[in-house]
Nanobody
């Protein structure tokens, strides 16, 4: 069973940047697709960005394209989310997730979750 621990959240002004990290342990990190999701108060959790096992493919929600970059370091068992040009509507609890199924990429496959890190963007 993989354990995921997020870090890097905080309070930032609109237009600023944050880099989230997610450290994985207890599993075979390089065999998992990884992703970031977020949930704002009163809203459903939504997909933000994902990355394939090798890191060769990245996937983004329309809201993240051009502003966020997902990357991974399999040697460090860590996935990152670089967030630039942050907006107040990016305020949410950000979750790291792992797809341990080995199936073809789908945002429905993610079955292991971290506890989340809060991102707050002030206007």
């Amino acid at each position: 069973q993989v354990q995921l621990v997020e870090s890097g959240g905080g309070l930032v002004q609109a237009g600023g940047s944050l880099r989230l990290s997610c450290a994985a342990s207890g599993g075979m990190f390089s065999t998992y697709g990884m992703a970031w999701f977020r949930q704002a108060p009163g809203k459903e959790r939504e997909f933000v960005a994902g990355i394939s096992r090798s890191g060769g493919s990245q996937y983004y929600a329309d809201s993240a394209k051009g502003r966020f970059t997902i990357s991974r370091d399999n040697a460090k068992n860590t996935v990152y989310l670089q967030m630039n040009s942050l907006k107040p509507e990016d305020t949410a609890l950000y979750y790291c997730a792992a797809d341990t199924t080995g199936w073809k990429w789908s945002t429905s496959n993610f079955n292991s979750w971290g506890q989340g890190t809060q991102v707050t963007v002030s206007s």
